[in-house]
């Protein structure tokens, strides 16, 4: 089985930046590609940007250009490099393996809260 932690969230200005880990453990050869979710009070839970065991990257339009996903094999790490935040980006967020379709495969974590003050 595999599991995944997500931690790095806080406070920060707009403009700011933050650094978001999900840690996995248990079978983690047998991820292929990991991604980044997040959910603001009301909305639906969206995908942010995902990365598959070939380094291939997918970013959500709103993000582009702002947020790297990058991944640390030997660590088990996947990475979100949060940069030039805005308020509208406040959220939790989540990590998540990912299967056929880019469709999630486990159970959702408590995931990292992110606030982003004007």
């Known amino acids: 089985q595999v599991q995944l932690v997500e931690s790095g969230g806080g406070l920060v200005q707009a403009g700011g930046s933050l650094r978001l880990s999900c840690v996995a453990s248990?079978?983690?050869?047998?991820?292929?590609?990991v991604g980044w979710f997040r959910q603001a009070p009301g909305k639906q839970r969206e995908l942010v940007a995902r990365?598959?065991?070939?380094?291939?990257?997918f970013y959500a339009d709103s993000v582009k250009g702002r947020f790297t996903i990058s991944r640390d094999n030997a660590r088990n790490i996947v990475y979100l490099q949060m940069n030039s935040l805005k308020p509208e980006d406040t959220a939790v967020y989540y990590c998540?393996?990912?299967?056929?379709?880019?469709?999630?495969?486990?159970?959702w974590g408590q995931g990292t809260q992110v606030t982003v003050s004007a």
């Open positions: 998540n393996r990912l299967g056929t379709g880019w469709a999630p495969l486990l159970d």
């Open positions: 248990g079978s983690t050869n047998s991820i292929n590609a």
């Open positions: 990365i598959r065991s070939t380094g291939s990257t």
